[in-house]
């Protein structure tokens, strides 16, 4: 176990996930020729091939990276992220690049996606409860792909807004303001629709009037839409609407236990991706009677398996200063950690590799001893921590050291190394100082580190 600054420990985290399983993505998007697809992963945002394989990290934070979607050339990523504590929209590049946070509201954001308008400028639409509304439901917005204040799609209530693909009109979702697709078979007055505006004039029309849920509508085509919806087997389809005089609806999955629960269709129509529970599919749009495929995917190993970073501050059970004032010891998770007291320093774990108990930390009064009680072997014994080196003698060391031209080697962290280093090869053309002060242990022990428990500017 190793520890890092601050009261962060990092823990093994081994159980949590084996390297290279891909568990639970959610929220795919897929690129406008259907070549690749972003998905969101333990929290983060990641980019595969179509046909699955080796995914690529494309983010990286503490806070969830969510939905996104695709600019219509391909080249840039809008998404939802709570990184600054609400649902607010970033853009980055395909890569992950340049990144950039395009709206700064206290409220969430939701359903982004790209599109463009009817004078071909590439925009993006996203929905939320940013007004005070007596009847508290999302509101359809547009906003400009460099960000800036947005504006009203419509004054209707509405989620999850869709541009044609010719910008004159939009689709989008009612209803659903106390409820969603986790809740199953709803039926009431609460129930999901899709509805159709064309945008500069006062039509609006409803393309679904049931009881039960349809909702999420996406573009195929000028004339054809893909929306989800429990019609049948009271199970979430997919299932496709042509913008005829009749408005056609054509079943196009059979799920009949688990049900969709989120899809894209790429901007040529060719494709669309489905999220069922643990699984993404593709589903090819352009053959007839086409069924899901699943897709395989994997991830790197980038440590977060192997590590987890818990805060420690709060579980803190007791607590020793040295007798000098400049040193913190602590039992927090039962084990003995070691700081100096200035802010920036790091954290170090004095008992590594152990699930044993510790407690009734004391030092010797020379500070050069720490003293704890622990159960590792059934009962309560007293063990001790001894200081290799003393504050002191690591500074006397690194000054002499400096002063003859040579750098001492650093100390890089690992509590399972001794801070005594081994003994540099002598430089046969180096004199000796024979005014320099000499400390015959230090001599025996060759150059030292520098001083691990020391203040360290923050990265």
């Known amino acids: 176990m190793t520890t890092l600054g601050g009261l962060l420990a990092s823990l093994p985290a081994g159980v949590l996930a084996q390297s290279g399983q891909v568990g639970l993505p959610r929220f795919p998007s897929i690129s406008p020729d259907g070549s690749e697809l972003i998905f969101s992963w333990r929290g983060d945002l990641w980019r595969v091939a179509t046909e699955g394989g080796e995914a690529v990290r494309l983010t990286r934070h503490n806070l969830d990276d969510l939905h996104s979607s695709w600019s219509p050339d391909g080249e840039w990523i809008v998404f939802a992220s709570m990184r600054d504590g609400y649902l607010n929209l970033w853009r980055m590049r395909r890569d992950g690049s340049q990144l ?114 349809d909702g999420m509508a996406r573009w195929v085509d000028e004339d054809t839409l893909l929306f989800m919806s429990d019609r049948e087997d009271q199970t979430v389809n997919l299932y496709r609407m042509e913008l005829d005089a009749e408005r056609t609806i054509e079943r196009l999955t059979q799920f ?75 039992v927090a998770y039962g084990r003995v950690y070691l700081r100096h007291v200035d802010e920036q320093s790091p954290t170090l774990l004095v008992t590594p590799g152990t699930h044993a108990r510790h407690h009734s930390l004391a030092w010797s009064p020379d500070g050069l001893r720490l003293y704890f009680v622990n159960d590792a072997d059934g009962s309560e014994s007293i063990y001790q921590a001894h200081v290799t080196l003393t504050r002191e003698e690591v500074r006397r060391s690194h000054e002499r050291q400096r002063a003859r031209g040579r750098v001492s080697h650093r100390w890089d962290g690992d509590p399972t190394v001794s801070l005594a280093a081994a003994s540099p090869a002598e430089d046969p053309d180096r004199e000796d100082d024979p005014d320099a002060e000499l400390d015959p242990d230090l001599a025996v022990r060759g150059e030292e580190p520098e001083d691990p428990f020391a203040p360290r500017i923050p990265d």
């Open 256 to 330: 009949d236990e688990r049900d969709l629960q989120y899809f894209d269709v790429s901007r040529d129509g060719s494709t669309a991706v489905l999220q069922v529970w643990d699984t993404l599919l593709t589903l090819d749009l352009e053959e007839e009677d086409a069924q899901p495929e699943s897709i395989a995917l994997r991830a790197p190993d980038d440590g977060r398996d192997t590590h987890a970073l818990r805060r420690i501050d709060r579980d803190i059970s007791e607590a020793a200063l040295s007798p000098d004032g400049q040193t913190m010891a602590y």
């Open 100 to 213: 950039m946070q395009l709206t700064h509201g206290d409220q969430h954001l939701r359903n982004p996606a790209f599109g463009r308008d009817a004078n071909g400028e590439t925009v993006i639409t996203f929905s939320g409860m940013l007004e005070a509304d007596v009847y508290r439901d999302q509101r359809p917005y547009l906003l400009s792909a460099e960000g800036g204040e947005y504006t009203r799609l419509h004054d209707a209530f509405g989620s999850e807004p869709q541009l044609s693909p010719d910008g004159r009109s939009v689709v989008f979702t009612r209803g659903g303001a106390y409820h969603d697709w986790n809740r199953r078979h709803y039926r009431g007055p609460d129930a999901m629709n899709v509805w159709l505006h064309e945008l500069g004039t006062d039509r609006f029309e409803p393309l679904t009037e049931r009881d039960g849920d």
